[in-house]
């Protein structure tokens, strides 16, 4: 391969590489899953192969880091405009810690040791398993942890006063769709449902973007319109 070659391969490579990214905007950064990581690891390798390997034409590998990319792309926009295909595509937060207690089957379910558990709550600030309330694994594979209402950080207001817990919150509806299995663990219907959009003078589910409640009765709703 001669330095010529070499240099037009690089060119048509970074190019096409810079493109690619500015089309999949950002989401392997912003919001990174197990399979975004993979993914950009991938995208990498094709474009390395496809600018060191001489016996694979240009055109060749750059037709394959597109198509790659693009089916990149189609996931993401599955996943944003469909509820199940998230779910699917990027799976859902996994329990680690649930009123306190470790949860063993949580662990195992996402094959995180016990060490591991301990090394994400340091770096979160809780060196005492004792000040957890939840955690979670989330889907790009960070722990999050909720502490308990004693060693909650104070503002102000309660300074002087410990909060009740505001407990786990349990959201009933995403993207205009009312989810059912929620509704049932709640112990709700349609009807309640129908008369906390009245009382927040919302004429159309549809408006909805995201709703929740904790275990305090608290409704926090998030419409379209920002």
């Known amino acids: 391969m001669t330095i010529i070659e070499i240099v037009i391969r690089t060119t048509v490579g970074f190019v096409t590489l810079y493109a690619l990214c500015r089309f999949l905007d950002k989401k392997l950064i ?35 880091l597109i198509l790659f990319c693009f089916y990149t792309f189609l996931s993401s926009l599955i996943a944003l405009k469909s509820f199940t295909g998230r779910k699917i595509l990027e799976g ?59 060693y909650l950080h104070s503002t102000q207001r309660d300074v002087h006063n410990i909060q009740a817990s505001r407990g786990f919150t349990q959201a009933f509806i995403i993207d205009g ?31 909805v973007f995201f709703a929740q409640i904790d275990q305090q009765g608290k409704i926090y709703i998030d419409t379209r319109e920002d």
């Open 30 to 64: 912003a919001q990174m899953t197990f399979f975004d990581f993979v993914a950009g690891i991938t995208i990498g390798s094709i474009l390395a192969s496809s600018m060191l390997m001489k016996n694979i034409p240009i055109y060749i590998g750059m037709i394959g």
């Open 92 to 150: 859902e937060p996994t329990y680690l810690i649930k009123n306190g207690q470790i949860l063993e089957e949580g662990l195992q379910k996402v094959r995180l040791t016990a060490d591991t558990l301990l090394a994400g709550l340091r770096k979160k600030g809780f060196f005492y398993v004792d000040q957890v309330e939840t955690a979670f694994l989330e889907t790009d594979g960070t722990i999050t942890a909720l502490a308990k209402p004693p």
């Open 177 to 207: 769709k009312v989810l059912s299995k929620s509704l049932n663990m709640l112990g709700k219907d349609m009807t309640w449902v129908n008369q906390v959009l009245r009382e927040n003078n919302i004429a159309n589910l549809q408006d």
